[in-house]
């Protein structure tokens, strides 16, 4: 089993920052991919950042260029730092990992509880 803990969401302005932190912990041989969702009231849960194993990283077009994903691996953690934060951030951030159980086996997904990001003025 694995688990998921997130943290660092809050009440932030407009224009201020924040930092998400994502911990995976547990029995797991391998971590496929770490990714940040979000989702707003009445919206559908959408992909905010993907960090792979390979070290590469995608964004949503909204973030880019105000969103940096980055991860330690050693910790097996993944951080989203936010910055220039708009009123349309607001939502609830899930922390997404995916884990193998072996070597070469499929991925299995993992979530966090989420964390509240509110930008508001």
């Known amino acids: 089993q694995v688990q998921v803990v997130e943290s660092g969401g809050g009440l932030v302005q407009p224009g201020g920052s924040l930092r998400l932190s994502c911990a995976a912990s547990?029995?797991?041989?391998?971590?496929?991919?770490m990714a940040w969702y979000r989702q707003a009231p009445g919206k559908q849960r959408e992909l905010v950042a993907v960090?792979?194993?390979?070290?590469?990283?995608n964004y949503v077009d909204s973030v880019k260029g105000r969103f940096t994903i980055s991860g330690d691996n050693a910790k097996n953690t993944v951080y989203l730092q936010m910055n220039s934060l708009k009123p349309e951030d607001t939502a609830v951030y899930y922390c997404?990992?995916?884990?193998?159980?072996?070597?070469?086996?499929?991925?299995?997904?993992?979530w966090g509880q989420g964390t509240q990001v509110t930008v508001s003025s």
């Open positions: 997404n990992v995916v884990t193998s159980r072996y070597r070469d086996s499929n991925g299995e997904d993992y």
């Open positions: 547990g029995s797991f041989f391998a971590i496929y991919r």
């Open positions: 960090l792979s194993s390979t070290g590469s990283t």
